[in-house]
C-alpha cells in the first residue's frame, strides 16, 4: 500500500479543501478512487453535500443514519491518514455519516481510557438530537478497511465486528487472524445495544482489556456478536509505537460482569468536562478531559 503513506504528512486544511473541491468538479471524483483502498465496488460518482454536521448523497436516502467515532491521544499522523480514506470508504458505500474524533487532552501525561472516550463520544452524539444517529461505528484510527463489500451498516439485534483480518502497511508476512472472542478494531452497534450493556467499562487506563471487557457484557446480555466473511473484512493497519499496557487489566476483566450496572456509559457524566468542540466539515472533533472530578 505505498500511496497511503504521503498522506501522514497532509493537514487537516488539505483534507478539507480535496473534499470541498470532489464536490464541484467530475474530473477530481476520480482522483479519490488512487487515494484510497478502493476496491470492487464504487458508487463514487454520487455527489455529497455537508448539511448539519452531517455528509448526505445527493439524490439517495441512505438506509441508516451513521456516526463513526474515533478515539485519539495524539496519533494526528494515523488521524488524517484515516480520515482521508473513510470519508473515500463511506461515500462509495452511500452513507449518511458523520465522524467524530474524539481525543483525550488531559490529564496530561494521563494513560489513554478508550472506554471513556467512547461513552463520552456517544453521550455526545445522544445529545445532539438533529444527527438523529442509528449506527455508531466503533472504529480505531489506525485501521482502513480495504474491501468495499464489508459494509458499514448497523444489524437490528447484533453488534458487527469487522476486523477479522489485518495487515500492517508495508509488511510481508500476510493478515493477521485474531481470536474469535475479540470485538476491539472496528465495532458496528445501534444505540438501544450501546445501551443495554451500559456502553464500556470507565476503568480501563493504558493499552489492553477494554474492548474484552465489552465483550463480556454482550456475553452477559445473550447479545451474539456477527462478523462478515474472511474475504470482505480485510483491513490495512497504519503504524504508531504500542501505547503504555495497562497491567491491571486481567484483574479488571475478572470482575467485569458484576461491574456491568455500575461502571459505564449511564455514570459516564461527571468522569468527563469537554474542553473543546471543533467542528470541521470533514471531522468534528472533541477534545476531553476524562478524569474531571477524580
Ligand atoms: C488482546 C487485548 C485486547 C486487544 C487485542 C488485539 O490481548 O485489548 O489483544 O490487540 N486484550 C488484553 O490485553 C486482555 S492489537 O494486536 O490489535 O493491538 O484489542
Request: hydrophobic share 40%; aromatic share 12%; glycine share 6%.
Amino acid at each position: 500500500f505505498p500511496y497511503i503513506v504521503p498522506y501522514s504528512n497532509i493537514t487537516f486544511n488539505d483534507i478539507e479543501n480535496f473534499y470541498t473541491k470532489i464536490l464541484v468538479t467530475k474530473k477530481n471524483q476520480t482522483k479519490i478512487l488512487r487515494t484510497s483502498f478502493a476496491s470492487n465496488i464504487s458508487f463514487e460518482n454520487v455527489p455529497y453535500i455537508y448539511i448539519n454536521d452531517m455528509w448526505h448523497p445527493v439524490g439517495v436516502i441512505s438506509a441508516q443514519r451513521t456516526a463513526i467515532l474515533i478515539p485519539l491521544q495524539g496519533r494526528d499522523f494515523n488521524a488524517k491518514t484515516f480520515i482521508f480514506n473513510i470519508h473515500a470508504f463511506a461515500r462509495r458505500q452511500l452513507l449518511t455519516y458523520t465522524i467524530l474524533l474524539i481525543e483525550q487532552v488531559h490529564p496530561l501525561g494521563h494513560r489513554f481510557n478508550k472506554g471513556r472516550l467512547f461513552n463520552a463520544g456517544v453521550r455526545y452524539i445522544q445529545n445532539q438530537e438533529s444527527l438523529n444517529i442509528t449506527c455508531l461505528i466503533l472504529h480505531d484510527v489506525d485501521l482502513i478497511p480495504e474491501n468495499d463489500g464489508n459494509f458499514y451498516t448497523c444489524e437490528p439485534i447484533h453488534p458487527k465486528h469487522t476486523t477479522i483480518r489485518v495487515q500492517q502497511v508495508g509488511s510481508k508476512r500476510g493478515y493477521t487472524r485474531y481470536y474469535e472472542f475479540l470485538i476491539g478494531g472496528v465495532l458496528l452497534l445501534t444505540m438501544d445495544l450501546y445501551k443495554k450493556v451500559n456502553g464500556f467499562s470507565n476503568l480501563y487506563w493504558g493499552w489492553g482489556g477494554e474492548d474484552d471487557d465489552l465483550s463480556l457484557r454482550f456475553i452477559q446480555r445473550r447479545i451474539c456478536v456477527v462478523r462478515p466473511s474472511d474475504g470482505l473484512a480485510i483491513y490495512a493497519a497504519l503504524p504508531h509505537p504500542r501505547g503504555q499496557r495497562n497491567n491491571a487489566r486481567f484483574n479488571l476483566l475478572t470482575w467485569s460482569t458484576v461491574r456491568l450496572d455500575t461502571d459505564g456509559f449511564a455514570q459516564i457524566d461527571p468522569m468527563i468536562r469537554f474542553v473543546e468542540i471543533q467542528k470541521r466539515s470533514t471531522v468534528t472533533h472533541i477534545k476531553l478531559d476524562v478524569n474531571a472530578n477524580e
